[in-house]
């Protein structure tokens, strides 16, 4: 095959604007030119993937390509092949072959098949993003040959809807973005202090009392003093079938949604719905209208705990997610110390204090899920008072918590604030909008490694890969979403996908301003690199 060798990889991927960077990539001389005649070729599972490409492609194209069905390579044809015997490529790698007499696509698992066509997506002119026919261009993909896979099997961003409620609509064109950059794994940070948002049928007034607040804190909470509110109710929830379509919409896309249920902190609109929950059932909460740690934790009794799994149930059966996420963060034990009937409950468990009492709490969780066959991954405060035997660290408070679970032969995803808080400042904070406060410049993100030199081969195999958090308390809407995610989660894409040997942020810069062609078209609304030129 004519392909060039020769030459240095990120000079020919920086002509391209490929991100994620794929493993190997070789170009050649030529195109071969997508017509409305050109078939897409596929067969049994393939077939799925091939429908996606043809929809996908049609809107800018403004045809749909014909489908047939069979396996053989093909000339003219853009072939899906799913070939067992691919193993070195993983569950989700895939080869793209382009050459002048037409496309071939292989993976082990259609997950690849996929992948592989959010490449062919970048391959293509940047109008292929349109939603609408686009007259006068020609469907060039440059001639390549294309071996990828990823380095990390956790790539994720989470998303807070608890703090502002995230619609539907919004929720569904992220994970279309996510996709696009090949991360897999969308975390829906679903209860905190300020809202509980998804429906549960056996406790109905999570929702009806639970996911609205009177009112919202205006300006920043540390800065912006005294308080001022917006003096506007702010809500909203995932009904049960928005839940299905959702994880559905995710599933087509092979991005898995991780729910998170807090506990035993950030409960308070929880609490506020079943004052039970809390250690001070005669008081009346309200759902909290500002931001910050807030001192209402669950109490332990026996009834707590079987809400709580309760909840988990119809959780699991939302979610296929083999993860299920507990929080875990930020539980303030002041109202635990106070109340003389959670210290009665520790001694009647025989424990120590009030972290081993959390440690407890979370152990009936990672007892309960394992049961049910899932696993349970939590903030790294899971791992005072002792880690629950099947617990997976996410690791946010630095790198530590990480180290010492995957020390203690536990999983781990990487998600710290140095690296990956994408609700801190992108650039001075006076030429932002408002956020919480903390730096973290797309630089920062790039030069991310996810796995510390403090660990050996054998517990480096823990770290699953890394999460950007989108936490949303300064983020009212889709459009600040977009400018707090991107373009960092662009570097994010290629710490967790691409080979470490290759990176290079020059070189990302450069491919990152083509691809920045792509998600002016998609509408983005990224912060621009150089934000002067606004
Ligand atoms: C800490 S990170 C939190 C969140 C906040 C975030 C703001 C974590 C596990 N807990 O509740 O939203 O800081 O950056």
Redesign the pocket.
Known sequence: MPYSTSGNREEHTANLGLIPQPVEMRTAPGVFTITPQTPLVATGEALAEARMAQDTLAPAMGFRLPLIEGDGPRNGAIVWLLDETLTELGDEGYRLDVTTEGVVIRAPKRAGLFFGLQTMRQLLPPAIFRQARVEGIEWTLPCVSITDYPRFQWRGLMV?PA?HFIPKSALLRFIDVMALHKFNTLQL?LT?DQGWRIEIRKYPKLTEIGAWRDETLIGNLLHDTPHKFDGRPHGGYYTQDDIREIVRYAADRHVTVVPEIEMPG?ARAAIASYPELGCNPDQRLSVRTI?G?CQDIFNPSDETIAFLQDVLVEVMELFPSTFIHI????AVKDQWKASESVQARIRELGLEDEEELQSWFIRQMDDFLTRHGRRLIG???ILQGGLAPGATV?S??GMDGGIAAARKGHDVVM?P?SHT?F??YQGPPEDEPLA?G?LLPLETVYDFEPIPEELDKEQSRHILGAQG?L???YIPDERQLEYMAYPRACALAEVVWSPKEGRDYDGFRQRLERHLERLKVLDVNYRPLDPASR
């Open positions: 807070d703090r940070h905190d950030h931001w740690v929080g875990g963060d930020e903030w790294d405060e996410m946010w408070r998600a604030t808080y609700d801190y919480w903390g958090q936490w949303g308390e």
